[in-house]
T-cell receptor, first 110, second 113 residues
Framework: KNEVEQSPQNLTAQEGEFITINCSYS?????LHWLQQHPGGGIVSLFM???GKKKHGRLIATINIQEKHSSLHITASHPRDSAVYIC????????????FGTGTRLQVTL | ETGVTQSPTHLIKTRGQQVTLRCSSQ?????VSWYQQALGQGPQFIFQ???????GRGNFPPRFSGLQFPNYSSELNVNALELDDSAMYLC????????????FGSGTQLSVL
């Protein structure tokens, strides 16, 4: 079992839909990252959070430390949101190591 | 644009050869981490360098080694290349070793034949 699990693995949505991507982890963490990866490899950091909720534009990230669960929400989705979304955790006590989920591939159609 | 540049973008090597990949960190960032991403998988942590010293290592053999220079640019060296080393190699820089937003380069795609 992977230490970081994401669901769904693949997601297709129509433009304007509200999207939720989930991340569950099994280890103690000091922080959780949400990343966006476009075809060709480039990764962009969307959020880093250790508690509560963060919002940036149409993106919202929440985390529940007790339940070891985080969600990434996209409101009013747009085709340019199409990408792979990756959850990664900084394990408590390991200083530098990030453990990544396998990603959620999102396709937003017109 | 993250300000982190990697070179080369693509590389083809044969089994047994050695390879050096380079990463130029964003200005002011003293920490760099390297990751290996196989096709269809999430990245795997190789190691991190902080102020020219290794500061944590993942489950990779010693033939994966690194350097960080005084200007905080970095190299990843892989000796005795194996077919399974074919992957995208990503570096990410930050201003702290943990709990800090990461800035990723666009990666180097390595193919080992």
């Amino acid at each position: 079992k992977n230490e970081v699990e994401q669901s769904p693995q693949n997601l297709t949505a129509q433009e304007g839909e509200f999207i939720t991507i989930n991340c569950s982890y099994s280890v103690g963490i000091s922080a959780l990252h949400w990343l966006q990866q476009h075809p060709g490899g480039g990764i962009v950091s969307l959020f880093m959070l250790s508690s509560g909720k963060k919002k940036h534009g149409r993106l919202i990230a929440t985390i529940n430390i007790q339940e070891k669960h985080s969600s990434l929400h996209i409101t009013a989705s747009h085709p340019r949101d199409s990408a792979v979304y990756i959850c990664a955790v900084s394990e408590a006590g390991t200083a530098s190591k990030l453990t990544f989920g396998t990603g959620t591939r999102l396709q937003v159609t017109l | 644009e993250t300000g982190v540049t990697q070179s080369p973008t693509h590389l083809i090597k044969t089994r047994g050869q050695q390879v050096t990949l380079r990463c130029s960190s964003q200005s002011g960032h003293n920490t760099v981490s390297w990751y290996q991403q196989a096709l269809g998988q999430g990245p795997q942590f190789i190691f991190q360098y902080y102020r020219e010293e290794e500061n944590g290592r993942g489950n990779f053999p010693p033939r994966f080694s690194g350097l960080q220079f005084p200007n905080y640019s970095s190299e990843l060296n892989v000796n005795a290349l194996e077919l399974d080393d074919s992957a995208m190699y990503l570096c990410a820089s930050s201003t702290k070793t943990i709990n800090e937003k990461l800035f990723f380069g666009s990666g180097t795609q390595l193919s080992v034949l």
